[in-house]
């Protein structure tokens, strides 16, 4: 099932927003002179409200989008790829802000690799094409959706 126009932007916005505001926060955290303190602290809060928005948008996905794709075997192993991807960076986000400092530079690195990783899943799961072909049963799931998206609103 494809993502509606506001959900694909949202989407797309908010996966940029938190990679690049992750990436240039550990550039300019751990790579940079000490120096650069401010703009590591701005891009750190930039990271963390990008990335509860970017929850919540996923959130949103799971009842249609998600579900639709696994009734219809569509996407399954980028797709669970994606939501497992999801839950570590949460995970290893809540050990960053609440762990002790051995599990902090555990978790750190963890959610540096994950997050790289992204960079290349969340784009092959967006973009791969679904070698399968819509079956009746699809086809019925897609009109369900349809029905409880005008149904809901």
């Known amino acids: ?17 938190v990679g690049l505001s992750g990436l240039l926060w550990f550039i300019f955290h ?7 303190s401010e703009p590591a602290r701005i891009l750190l809060m930039l990271h963390g409200v990008t990335s509860y ?5 996923v959130g949103s996905l799971l009842p249609l989008h ?6 219809r075997r569509q996407n399954i192993i980028t797709g669970v790829a994606v939501t497992a991807t999801m839950a570590i960076l949460s995970v290893t986000a809540l050990v960053l802000y609440y762990g002790g400092e051995e599990t902090q530079a555990v978790a750190k690195w963890v959610h540096l690799a994950v ?4 960079i290349i899943l969340f784009p092959a799961h967006a973009f791969m094409k ?13 009109e369900e959706t349809r029905r409880l998206t005008v149904e809901s609103r």
Do not use: H, N, Y
């Open 1 to 17: 099932m494809r993502l509606g126009p506001w959900q694909k932007t949202a989407v797309l916005f908010t996966v940029t927003m």
């Open 30 to 36: 751990d790579l940079l002179a000490d120096d650069w």
């Open 53 to 57: 928005a970017l929850l919540v948008i």
């Open 66 to 71: 998600v579900r639709a794709g696994w009734l």
């Open 115 to 118: 997050g790289v990783g992204c």
């Open 130 to 142: 679904s070698s399968s072909r819509e079956s009746a049963a699809g086809m019925a799931i897609e």
